[in-house]
């Protein structure tokens, strides 16, 4: 039974892991633009990690 059960989360996974690639991409994308984005704009350390953990 407990072999049955880790099968099927196996191959739930391998399916929706393509789906999900695109948008860990996309977050990733978005807080390096956003990073770079404060780091030109000489924020302090603090202020932009209190923007990353809003």
Known sequence: MKQGKHDSIRKA?????????PICAGFLFLG???GVLMR?????????RCCMDL
């Not at 996974?13 to 690639?21: D, G, S």
């Not at 704009?41 to 932009?48: D, L, P, V």
């Open 32 to 34: 390096a633009t956003y």
């Open 40 to 48: 030109t704009n000489s924020f302090a350390f603090w202020i932009k």
């Open 13 to 21: 996974f391998r399916a929706a892991f393509p789906y999900t690639l």
